[in-house]
Every structure is written in structure tokens, then in C-alpha cells.
């Protein structure tokens, strides 16, 4: 192909994708983030950002139950009451933003508007 500077190119690839001093400093936080569950996905993530490689720890029964009480039922995003078969656990602060999976990070919404907000 002319006028392609794979030079460039080449470059920005490789920095992005194969410094291995920031990939093994990932690694060693991932390996520690308890909710990481499935350690065997982290080089696929650190190479994709895909964070399903990750298998990232979903909320417990128990604080899903908790957070909907706390809310009387009510979705954050649409103020609409459901039950709890309705709604899903939502990450307040999302993961790869330093969010954990915590009762004070958690929030209940719908599944319509869960979907809106993912993205799915
Ligand atoms: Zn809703």
C-alpha cells in the first residue's frame, strides 16, 4: 500500500500493545483485584479491553435485596417502582473506573434502563 507510513504506525502499535514493564504492572493489580474472577483472562483483556475476558464479580443476592429495599423498589435512572425479578444490580462507578463491587457501589436499576446505560 503507498502512502502508508507503516513506520508510524508500527510504532504507535507497538508502544500501545507491547510495553511490557506497564503490562506486568497490570497484570500484578489484576491478579490482586478480588473482582477479577477469572485471572486467566487478564492477558486477553490487557490486549483487547474487553472486560468479559475479566469475568468481573456481580453483585450478591444479598445486597441486591438490600439496595432494593433501600430504594423502595424504585429504578435510579426512571423512577419507575418494579420488582426485584425486574431489576438488575448496576455498577455505580463502573470497574475499569476504579469501581468495586460493593453494597455502597451498588444501585438497582431496570432492565430497560440497565440495558440503556451499558449499552447492550
Ligand atoms: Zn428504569
Redesign the pocket.
Known amino acids: 500500500m503507498k502512502g502508508v507510513d507503516w513506520g508510524i504506525l508500527y510504532n504507535t502499535y507497538k508502544d500501545e500493545k507491547y510495553n511490557t514493564k506497564d503490562i506486568e504492572k497490570e497484570t500484578e493489580k489484576l491478579i490482586l483485584d478480588d473482582d477479577v474472577t477469572k485471572k486467566s483472562g487478564i492477558y486477553p483483556y490487557i490486549l483487547t479491553r474487553n472486560e468479559k475476558y475479566l469475568s468481573i464479580r456481580a453483585f450478591s443476592d444479598a445486597t441486591k435485596q438490600k439496595i432494593y429495599e433501600k430504594q423502595k423498589g424504585v429504578?435510579v435512572?426512571?423512577k419507575?417502582k418494579?420488582e426485584i425479578e425486574e431489576m438488575e444490580a448496576d455498577h455505580i462507578t463502573p470497574w475499569h473506573e476504579g469501581g468495586t463491587t460493593t453494597d455502597k457501589n451498588c444501585q438497582m436499576?431496570?432492565k430497560?434502563?440497565n440495558r440503556r446505560k451499558s449499552g447492550k
Do not use: R, T
Request: negative net charge.
Open positions: 429504578c435512572a426512571c419507575e418494579f436499576l431496570c430497560e434502563c
